[in-house]
């Protein structure tokens, strides 16, 4: 199959190309288009062949559930068992926005969505495109992130040909996505609810809205507040193709243990890959290194969209090792961004003295 490629304003895109674009998607298309998270491959989320051919197309293991994606809460009420306590509350803060919402599935929904799973997850997504599909679609939009499986999402349309070229009928280009991580999911199936996966909305101002929402105690989901897991304890997702591994403690331990690290697998022949700050790159001054740039390291919001185009520069340069420190913030989008790079390194993390 060939992909074919629309490029749209991604303020305010053209009436044509979404629709050309939607009547692809009410076909049972697979059409990767923009939200302001990351890009997402949209499916007609009640059509379940369409469902199944968007799995395959991934390489997704078929008991990883889809995020379901409407235009409005009217729309999500129509896909679920009545709308939970607190729903109503956080979507009139959040949404369109990038806040997923897992709810008791109702009967329109397929299983190959849910991946069997009782609930659903929804969201609004508010990107123009994404909104403008949506609309013109008039159906609900299944859409993961627009990547091959466990590899790092993507946040422009070439990254989305780098992995599925001739995979999928079509990819909306709007340019590059705005955050840059995937949306927070928020459990509101259990009392309190609970944060599944960190994300672009903070917990801190999701608990501005709700304030008994409660960080999901699970290994697989760890935040930068618990306490370091086993190396291979977590899943090994959004990922380089190299090793990663991630040095965590004080600034300044751990850029001198990644340089020293560094130096270390150069000597031994390896080509080697690092993520730097605009303040870590001097550090690497002299050395044979490949230095994929993650933004200011004092703002959340920059390292966040660039981490993944960057992760994706180190394959392209082919590296067999590669090389980050983490950081020490610990609140607001910082969260994600944590939870990103450990799931990158597959929880290979050191902490040097
Ligand atoms: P992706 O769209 O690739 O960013 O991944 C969607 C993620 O949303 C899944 O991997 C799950 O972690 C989460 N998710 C989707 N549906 C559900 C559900 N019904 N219950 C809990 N988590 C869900
Ligand atoms: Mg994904």
């Not at 059509?47 to 799995?55: E, G, I, P, W």
């Not at 069997?116 to 123009?128: F, Q």
């Not at 780098?162 to 709007?174: A, E, K, S, T, Y």
């Not at 409660?214 to 090793?243: C, F, I, K, Q």
Request: aromatic content about 4%; some cysteine; charged content about 20%.
């Amino acid at each position: 199959m060939t992909t074919e490629i629309l490029k749209v304003n991604p303020q305010s895109p053209e009436p044509e190309a979404i629709a050309r674009a939607a009547r692809c998607l009410r076909d049972g298309g697979l059409v990767a288009f923009p939200t302001e998270t990351v890009y997402g491959l949209g499916v007609h989320a009640l059509d379940r062949s369409a469902v199944l051919r968007l799995f395959e197309a991934k390489g997704r293991p078929a008991n990883d559930p889809l995020i379901v994606h409407v235009a409005a809460l009217t729309d999500a009420a129509a896909l679920v068992l009545g709308l939970p306590t607190h729903a109503d509350r956080l979507a009139r803060a959040f949404w369109p926005g990038p806040l997923t919402l897992v709810m008791r599935r109702g009967p329109a929904v397929p299983d190959e969505v849910t991946a069997g799973l009782e609930t659903v997850a929804i969201r609004v997504p508010a990107h123009p495109v994404a909104h403008a599909l949506i609309l013109a679609s008039t159906v609900p939009i299944a859409a993961p992130s627009a990547n091959l499986f466990s590899r790092p999402s993507p946040t422009r349309a070439e990254h989305v040909l780098q992995d599925l070229d001739g995979r999928i009928d079509m990819v909306v280009d709007g340019g590059a996505t705005d955050v840059g991580v995937e949306s927070t999911v928020v459990d509101l199936t259990t009392d309190p609810p609970v944060v599944l996966r960190a994300g672009a909305v903070s917990l801190e101002s999701l608990r501005a809205v709700v304030p008994e929402v409660a960080l999901a105690v699970r290994p697989t989901e760890a935040d930068g507040n618990m306490p370091m897991p086993s190396p291979g304890l977590l899943s090994r997702h959004y990922s380089p193709r190299a090793p990663m591994v991630l040095y965590r403690g004080r600034q300044a331990s751990t850029r001198e243990a990644v340089r020293a690290a560094a130096s270390a697998a150069i000597a031994t022949g390896q080509r080697v890959g690092v993520l730097a700050t605009d303040d870590d790159v001097k550090t690497f001054e002299g050395l044979d290194v490949t230095v994929a740039g993650i933004g200011d390291g004092s703002r959340a919001e920059h390292v966040a969209s660039r981490l993944y185009a960057a992760l994706r520069e180190l394959d392209i340069a082919a590296v067999g090792l590669v090389l980050a420190r983490d950081f020490e913030q610990e609140d607001g989008l910082w969260r994600a961004v944590k939870d990103r790079l450990q799931r990158a390194a597959g929880s290979v993390v050191m902490v040097p003295d």
